[in-house]
C-alpha cells in the first residue's frame, strides 16, 4: 500500500541557508500535518492543511512557511535557517480532514543538518 | 493544554518477558490515542489507534488499552523480542488538526 513520501531523506544546509522540504501524502487523504523532532524530543505539531488550506497552526517560526498544492502535496519553506532548526521534519497525512476517526499516517521524515 | 506522559523513560528487559508501557494524559478530552515505534533516526511506525468508542485494540503480540476516565492508556507486548527494542511513543488526539505526542519510552530487550 502506497505511504507518505517525504523528500529528501536528508538534507544539510549551512547557517542562513533556504530548505524546501516535500510531502506526499497518500492517496485520496486531504489532510497534511507537518511534526519537527529534535534531538532527543517528541515531535512537535508545527502546522497543517485541508483541502489546500492552513487548517491549524503550531509552534511554527515566522521564517518557515507552508503550503499544500492542487495535487495535495504539501512543502515546507525554510528561511534564514539557524541551528537550532536541525531536526527530523515529519509529515503525516489523513482523510475526511482529519475527522475524529481518522488515524495518521507519518512518513519517514527528512532529516535536516543546520551547519 | 494537553499534556502527554510516558512512564518508564527507559525500560531494558530479557528476552521472552512480558512487559507494559504506561502513558497517561490530562486532557480528558482527547478522543483517539495512537501507539507508534521508532527505531533510531528514523520515521514513525503506527502500531495501533485507539478510537474514543473503544477501551482496547490488538496486533499480534501488542495489546493496547484507553481509560479515558483515568486518563491513562497501556501498550502490553507479550513474549519481547530483540527486534522489539525502540523507542514507543503514544500520541493523543485532542483535536482534528493535530496531535499531542508523549516523550517516549525507549525499550530494550536483551537476548
Known amino acids: 500500500a502506497a505511504g507518505v513520501i517525504q523528500s529528501p531523506r536528508h538534507l544539510i544546509k549551512e547557517k542562513r541557508e533556504t530548505a524546501t522540504l516535500k510531502c506526499y501524502p497518500i492517496p485520496r487523504h486531504d489532510t497534511v500535518y507537518w511534526y519537527q523532532q529534535g534531538p532527543g524530543q517528541d515531535p512537535q505539531f508545527l502546522i497543517s492543511?485541508?483541502?489546500?488550506?492552513?487548517?491549524d497552526k503550531g509552534s511554527i517560526p515566522d521564517r518557515f512557511s507552508a503550503q499544500q498544492f492542487s495535487d495535495y502535496h504539501s512543502e515546507l519553506n525554510m528561511s534564514s535557517l539557524e541551528l537550532g532548526d536541525s531536526a527530523l521534519y515529519f509529515c503525516?497525512?489523513?482523510?475526511?480532514?482529519?475527522?475524529?476517526?481518522?488515524?495518521?499516517?507519518f512518513g519517514s521524515g527528512t532529516q535536516l543538518s543546520v551547519l | 493544554k494537553q499534556e502527554v506522559t510516558q512512564i518508564p523513560a527507559a525500560l531494558s528487559v530479557p528476552e521472552g518477558e512480558n512487559l507494559v508501557l504506561n502513558c497517561s494524559f490530562t486532557d480528558s478530552a482527547i478522543y483517539n490515542l495512537q501507539w507508534f515505534r521508532q527505531d533510531p533516526g528514523k520515521g514513525l511506525t503506527s502500531l495501533l489507534l485507539?478510537?474514543?468508542?473503544?477501551r482496547e485494540q490488538t496486533s499480534g503480540r501488542l495489546n493496547a488499552s484507553l481509560d479515558k476516565s483515568s486518563g491513562r492508556s497501556t501498550l502490553y507486548i507479550a513474549a519481547s523480542q530483540p527486534g522489539d527494542s525502540a523507542t514507543y511513543l503514544c500520541a493523543g488526539y485532542s483535536s482534528a488538526s493535530k496531535i499531542i505526542f508523549g516523550s517516549g519510552t525507549r525499550l530494550s530487550i536483551r537476548p
Open positions: 485507539i478510537q474514543s468508542s473503544q
Open positions: 492543511f485541508y483541502e489546500k488550506m492552513q487548517s
Open positions: 503525516a497525512s489523513s482523510a475526511q480532514g482529519g475527522g475524529t476517526n481518522e488515524k495518521l499516517f
